[in-house]
């Protein structure tokens, strides 16, 4: 029962514990060719967990070459898929075999609770894999009727060179969503982890090759954002697939056009609309709910309820419900297995949130949190923020914060919500909450997000659904099988029979 383990436990591992700073290259770990190194520090209590090799573009070329020579090769990409599901398999064997060591990584390096790695973040890594890999000897080509002098084919085949850059709040989840589909389809990845959060990247790259993956198949570099952008601008790139900020996917799309039209898949930021009406089934699940889905994580989070919208005959009722149920997630040390929410990311991070608490307490009312909790063991800790905007376009209810900051919006009728909710300039997901199916109908119908949640919010996880969004959210979907033909090109093959 690992989740029970207690606190000393976990700080007696976490010194235990080796960590491998160097990137990953070829089947090996290596320094950067310059020998230089970054500092890894833990949000936990702002202790230095490792040096990282700090890689330039010499060392993308590197990784880059091995990917594509062992894509050429077809030591990977020419295997049949049941060989190739075989060795994913077995990684996500090896990664659940070493699941208390991956999730003290994280949380180290993240600031997340130890419950949540345990819980939530290994597994859900661990099933991405094995779904692709179980995905992969099931998915077949087509052949279309066609001039019976003719005999045609369609085929999806592997793009060759996929670089994943990935972010750092759920940093093997997310690099899991990218080359999970990648490599399942054939493709070799060469994956850039957060610098914020590189360490279970690099671990878990050695259970690859345990695992039998060839060298050079998957390869981890690591540094800063000099290093997403040599691979968006690589020529032997073939396909770059990015979650994080709006400015830097921009920055990638434009390099890739710039260059040699990689294929660019973009998951980028949110700021998501929790509409609760007043004929909501259950106003206190209603509130509990919208309390997970902004404070868990700690608000960081793309796709956070950041604003909920409750239409006004309900709003003093739900908020009865709802402040209350901000204080479950109060933060606590992330390794004492009780605690719900942990530490900010980093100081500069911690600073953007208290930066945007300021502007609300110009624009809105604070109705709770908003303050720095006393710091634990070093770390940056914030209590639960909850404002009330009656003006639907304050700052606060349009921007991304990703912190633990709430914005409720009150709203008159249906036609108000929706308008609302899809005037800012993101669309990943969205929530409605009532009991009425015709308000359900236009309310799921209109919003424009990629996900929308009815009497829930983010409860759900199923690789069955895709997971993307609308405007400027981005483009392409992670997970289902809609994320496989991300990394594959579709290939028309004719033959004239007579």
Not at 28 to 35: E, G, I, L, N, Q
Not at 52 to 62: E, I, M, Q, R, T
Not at 303 to 327: C, K
Not at 358 to 367: P, T, V, Y
Request: net charge negative; glycine share 8%.
């Amino acid at each position: 029962m690992t989740a029970l383990k207690d606190r000393a436990y976990w700080l007696d591992k976490a010194r235990q514990l080796r960590i491998e700073g160097r990137a990953f290259i070829e089947g090996a770990y290596v320094d950067a060719r310059s020998a230089e190194t970054f500092s890894s520090y833990s949000p936990v209590d702002g202790a230095l967990l490792a040096p990282v090799a700090l890689c330039a573009g010499s060392d993308v070329d590197l990784a880059v070459g091995a990917a594509r020579r062992s894509f050429e090769a077809g030591v990977w990409s020419g295997l049949a898929a049941r060989e190739r599901k075989a060795v994913l398999l077995k990684w996500a064997a090896l990664l659940e075999a070493h699941t208390e060591e991956l999730a003290l990584l994280e949380s180290l390096d993240s600031g997340k609770p130890i419950a949540d790695t345990l819980g939530g973040d290994l597994p859900g890594t661990i099933y991405c894999l094995r779904w692709f890999a179980e995905l992969i000897d099931k998915v077949h080509g087509e052949v279309p009727a066609t001039d019976p002098h003719f005999f045609g084919t369609v085929t999806q085949q592997p793009l060759g060179v996929v670089a994943a850059v990935v972010p750092w709040n759920y940093p093997l989840l997310m690099a899991a969503w990218k080359f999970a589909p990648a490599l399942a389809a054939g493709n070799s990845v060469v994956l850039k982890p957060s610098e914020k959060t590189p360490l279970s990247a690099l671990r878990i790259a050695a259970l690859a090759m345990e695992a039998g993956l060839p060298a050079g198949v998957f390869n981890v570099v690591t540094g800063d954002g000099a290093v997403g952008r040599f691979l968006s601008l690589h020529v032997d790139v073939d396909c770059i697939a990015f979650t994080g900020s709006g400015r830097v996917g921009r920055e990638i799309a434009q390099n890739a056009a710039a260059t040699n039209l990689k294929r660019v898949w973009l998951e980028l930021g949110g700021k998501s609309a929790n509409i609760v009406m007043a004929d909501c089934p259950d106003i206190a699940q209603a509130a509990r709910s919208a309390a997970a889905a902004i404070f868990a994580n700690m608000g960081q989070v793309c796709s956070a309820g950041s604003r909920l919208l409750v239409q006004r005959a309900i709003v003093e009722p739900l908020l009865r419900e709802l402040l209350p149920a901000a204080d479950d997630y109060l933060p606590g040390h992330p390794l004492d297995p009780g605690s719900v929410t942990g530490a900010i990311i980093d100081a500069v991070q911690f600073e953007r949130v208290c930066h945007y608490i300021d502007i609300g307490k110009q624009e809105a009312r604070l109705l709770k949190g908003g303050q720095p909790l006393s710091q634990i063991d070093a770390g940056a800790y914030l209590e639960p923020t909850i404002f009330l905007a009656e003006d639907a376009s304050a700052r606060i209810a349009n921007e991304e914060i990703f912190g633990p900051v709430l914005v409720v919006i009150p709203f008159d009728t249906l036609e108000e919500a929706i308008a609302i909710a899809n005037q800012t300039e993101f669309g990943l997901a969205a929530a409605v909450w009532s009991s009425d199916l015709a308000t359900i109908h236009t309310a799921t119908r209109q919003l424009k997000a990629g996900t929308v949640w009815v009497n829930c919010y983010d409860e759900l996880v199923d690789m069955n659904f895709p997971f993307g969004g609308f405007k400027e959210s981005g483009n392409g979907r992670d997970n289902s099988a809609h994320a496989l033909s991300k990394y594959t090109e579709l290939k028309s093959t004719i033959m004239r029979c007579s």
